[in-house]
């Protein structure tokens, strides 16, 4: 792993000289600790993971010091994700609108994201000629699975769904996936190549380097919906799936301006050796084990969200894909004590820590299309065009219905009635979108812009990066 930079050192150890030791006590798991490697790359051998020893409470600290140690881990898991300090500029663009469905617009957007790299995306939101409101809107996120992208069926019911209750929704482009891919391909799963990184670079990098590139890609995002003159910058949303629930628990940590983050599929944040530990793709596994270091992974992360403010964890009982059998409300009840401790007495983030909602039998899915979740949402981030009366009274439909009523692609395993297909979407009449309607680039433009656009030429460019700095390491060894 990279060494600390000196300003971050120094900022630590004036914390601890302070009077307060400010992350967990090893710095390193033992080799007692470390994760045995699953059997083959994506694996995961299920269980909790390992016990760690506790944060110090914060009792232990006054709130101006318990305020410094929660910022101090906030700085050192953006140091150890390559998250930069200060974002890059946005230059967001729009490139051409649709109408999706009556009373919603569809802009294509691009906008600027790390190592120079450009995010695809598309910007749902209300039709002021067909719809009116009062007031600013407030802003959605949505951050796919793995193998999902804008072209899913879940990015283009939830962008009409929610444009339709009166917010801005993005979708955008996973890294690898549609306009990011080489080839615009979805379901490529591009970013899951395992890469030799250059001699004398630890392999846990390029994991750190991809996830620090989600989280970057996840906050400009947010950016965009903060710069928009018609989103309310303090009513914005991320709603993470999968793959999408790990970047976006660990976003919810680092980035304040989220006010509420919802969670399906996913919030499984464990212990050394558990779900992430055991994985092997680089987005999750490597990234999560070089968190040990902070200390109890779970408490700091879900400590750090609850500052920032509320969330909401939806899961399926059965569902074996996030090893949720073994992270039922027991676990989740654990995880609330062991962050309560953290936040100490009488902290205003107390009221944040997360809520959570089990649906029996159900299986993988992305369960914020359903009533619960809009309720949810709504009493967090205020829709302009639907009450909680509206929202009651909405018909629902099951979206393999859905997806055969109106020829949606979608997978056959996922449209099974325990997995996504099962779903009690709420039932607005919305039609599917045809793909060439979701592509934000004219072809002659995606051509000229593709070394800023696929997986390839970020990894391109994150090798180079990882080179030079072994090389720096090595002419600086004392550095």
């Keep these: 792993m990279r060494k600390m930079p000196r300003p971050f050192l120094a900022f630590a150890s004036c914390l601890l000289l302070s009077g307060a030791s400010l992350f967990a006590q090893p710095l390193a798991p033992s080799a007692a600790t470390q994760p045995s490697r699953p059997p083959s790359a994506g694996a995961h051998l299920g269980g909790i993971g390992a016990a760690v020893p506790p944060e110090k409470p914060g009792t232990d600290f006054t709130a101006k010091q318990n305020t410094a140690r929660l910022n101090a881990w906030r700085a050192q898991i953006r140091h150890i994700l390559y998250v930069p300090d200060q974002l890059p500029a946005l230059d967001a663009k729009t490139w051409s609108t649709f109408s999706p ?9 691009t906008y600027h994201t790390l190592d120079g790299m ?10 002021p000629k067909v719809v009116h409101w009062h007031g600013k809107l407030p802003g959605i996120l949505m951050v796919n699975g793995h193998g999902s992208d804008k072209f899913g069926w879940y990015a283009m019911y939830t962008g009409m769904e929610y444009a339709k209750a009166g917010a801005v929704v993005v979708t955008y482009d996973m890294i690898g996936e549609g306009e ?11 970013h899951d190549k395992r890469v030799t990184p250059p001699a004398g670079v630890p392999a846990t990098d390029w994991g750190q380097r991809l996830a620090g590139l989600m989280q970057v890609d996840l906050m400009q995002g947010v950016t965009y919906l903060s710069q928009r003159p018609d989103v309310d910058p303090k009513r914005i949303a991320v709603l993470g799936y999968s793959m999408g629930s790990f970047v976006t628990g660990i976003a919810g940590a680092l980035d ?13 944040f464990d212990g050394p050796g558990g779900y992430f530990d055991s994985g092997q793709l680089p987005c999750q596994g490597p990234p999560y084990r070089a968190l040990q270091v902070i200390g109890d992974r779970p408490a700091i992360l879900y400590a750090l969200n609850a500052q920032r403010g509320p969330m909401y964890i939806m899961n399926g009982t059965a569902d074996t894909t996030m090893d949720i059998p073994h992270h039922l409300q027991p676990w989740f009840d654990e995880i609330k004590a062991r962050t309560l401790a953290v936040l100490g007495p009488n902290n205003p983030a107390d009221k944040n820590l997360f809520t959570t909602v089990f649906y029996p039998g159900a299986a993988h899915r ?24 509206e929202i009651e009274k909405l018909p629902t439909i099951k979206v393999s219905d859905w997806v055969t009523k109106n020829g949606v692609t979608a997978g056959t395993s996922e449209m099974r009635p325990d997995h996504e297909g099962g779903i009690d979407a709420l039932d607005l009449n919305l039609p599917n979108i045809p793909r060439a309607d979701l592509m934000v680039l004219p072809d002659a433009d995606w051509q000229a812009m593709k070394d800023q656009l696929t997986y390839e030429a970020w990894a391109a460019k994150a090798s180079a990066a990882e080179a030079a700095m072994a090389a720096a390491a090595t002419a600086h060894p004392d550095n």
């Design 180 to 190: 990011r891919n080489i080839d615009k391909k979805s379901r490529a799963s591009s």
């Design 366 to 389: 992305p369960s914020w299309e359903n009533r619960d979740a809009a309720l949810w949402l709504n009493d967090h981030i205020h829709f302009a065009l639907w009450t909680d009366a």
């Design 101 to 109: 469905t009556p009373g919603v617009l569809a802009d294509r957007v």
């Design 256 to 268: 304040p301006r989220i006010h509420a983050v919802v969670l399906s599929g996913g919030g499984v």
């Design 118 to 127: 450009i995010v695809t995306a598309i910007a749902y939101h209300p039709d």
